[in-house]
């Protein structure tokens, strides 16, 4: 079964860091590109960033509002995506999603999600 | 960036009925639009690829049409398990945009 699993969400304060991470199962998570969207409460969905594939040069790309702080690695050997927010803002109060990035340029599947809550 | 712009944001539907919603894109993205289902504490659920292509276990009442700027999802007889919110995205180009949702309501 393809599975994606994030942990590592959780309480901090205004200019805090935390590191999510998301461990993936049942794909070949190698070749794959590992994007993180996040939906605050009541709101829509908002791509962050995305890490391709080593064969690919594990190039990353983020979002406007998250570029300078937050930073998207993967460690291939653990089949495992990791996000590290630095700098935290309260606007980042959201639950935290990993996909994987398909071919036919879908995100397929999702995790379940990580609640992240900034505040004092 | 390109905006991506769903109407309605809400509506109300009663099980049996056709639904149609929209979605329009601020550029040209070809037929790099897909759509997905997010029901209240999940994740979101990939329905419809590529515009009009339907997810492996997706039930066939779901279709999908359009290509440019403006798209369309409709449901062709609304179940029970159909009222959740519906999400376009664009894949056309980084970074990848999704539209504000509509959602699905009991009538």
């Known amino acids: 079964e393809v599975q994606l699993v994030e942990s590592g969400g959780g309480l901090v304060q205004p200019g805090g860091s935390l590191k999510l991470s998301c461990a993936a199962s049942?794909?070949?998570?190698?070749?794959?590109?590992m994007h993180w969207v996040r939906q605050a409460s009541g709101k829509g969905l908002e791509w962050v960033g995305r890490?391709?594939?080593?064969?690919?040069?594990?190039?990353?790309v983020y979002a406007a509002s998250v570029t300078g702080r937050f930073t998207i690695s993967r460690d291939d050997s653990k089949n495992t995506a990791y996000l590290l927010m630095d700098s935290l803002k309260i606007e980042d109060t959201a639950v935290y999603y990993c996909?994987?990035?398909?071919?036919?340029?879908?995100?397929?599947?999702w995790g379940q999600g990580t609640l992240v809550t900034v505040s004092s | 960036d390109i905006q991506m712009t769903q109407s309605p944001s809400s509506l109300s539907a009663s099980v049996g009925d056709r639904v149609t919603f929209t979605c329009r894109a601020s550029?040209?993205?070809?037929?790099?639009l897909n759509w997905y289902q997010q029901k209240p504490g999940k994740a979101p659920k990939l329905l419809i690829y590529?515009?009009?292509s339907l997810q492996s276990g997706v039930p066939s009442r779901f279709s999908g049409s359009g290509s440019g700027t403006d798209f369309t999802l409709t449901i062709s007889s609304l179940q029970p398990e159909d009222f959740a919110t519906y999400y376009c995205?664009?894949?056309?180009?980084?970074?990848?945009?999704f539209g504000g949702g509509t959602r699905v309501e009991i009538k």
């Open positions: 996909t994987r990035y398909q071919l036919e340029r879908t995100f397929d599947p």
């Open positions: 049942g794909f070949t998570f190698s070749g794959s590109a």
């Open positions: 890490i391709r594939s080593k064969a690919n040069s594990y190039a990353t």
């Open positions: 550029h040209t993205i070809n037929s790099y």
């Open positions: 590529a515009a009009s």
């Open positions: 995205q664009q894949s056309y180009s980084a970074p990848l945009t």
